[in-house]
């Protein structure tokens, strides 16, 4: 199934929900854990009926969903096909199915508390290097390039966050360097950056904001805080 563009998700006008790196994401504020798994058990069946479903975890007072298709196609500027983890129109249907749940048990969405942690590596020798890191993070070889065309990590079961390579230089004197990458909803952007520079933080480069935005703490250590805004509803 082909992947959706940034504006086909927009048009899809989940309210519900918010475009985070790969996947949708969303947030249900709950009662208790027993409404919780109710509601989950609904969209369990949801999920059977349409052969998709979610990610998903509860915690007290709340329902986390993530919505990726495993095996989208992408296809690049010479038109080759590459199978990769992203929306594609079956997370979509199930969105909005989910939202009519919700709505049946009475359980509200909070989507501008989602959010979604990658790493990221600048490094030279990606291919070098990855396997490394798909041992140290996943224990399988498998992770590597695993829903990505490049050499990134994604662990199978969602339990450790996805690493990604950042092009550098061989010559780069300062080598590879590790950062965090924040994905947020677009409406908490600017605040979670303001909250960061009122702790201390600064912000070193806000060229391609507010897209993505690179703060960086008192040690000079970074994170970048990232906004998928071409999936962002206009409503």
Sequence with gaps: MDMLRGNQIAEANLADWRKLAQGLHARYVVDDFGSGV?????????????????????????????????????????????????????????????????????????????????????????????????????????????????DEIRDATGRVPNLWFGEVDQGDPSGSRFHIEVYVAPEVAEPRIAAAVAAGGTIVDDSDAPSLTVIADQDGNKGVVCVDVTAATTG
Excluded: C, M, N
């Design 38 to 150: 109710r509601f989950v058990a609904a969209i369990g069946e949801a999920g059977d009926v349409l052969g998709h479903h979610p990610r998903v975890a509860i915690g007290k007072g709340y329902v986390d969903l993530e919505l990726v298709t495993d095996d989208a196609i992408y296809r690049d500027d010479e038109d080759t096909e590459h199978v990769i983890e992203w929306v594609t129109q079956q997370d979509v249907d199930l969105a909005r199915r989910i939202t009519e749940i919700a709505a049946d048990h009475k359980v509200e969405a909070d989507p501008a508390s989602v959010s979604e942690i990658e790493l990221g590596l600048d490094t030279p020798r990606s291919a070098t290097i990855g396997p490394v890191w798909a041992a140290l993070l996943t224990g399988s070889a498998e992770s590597q390039g695993r829903g990505t065309p490049g």
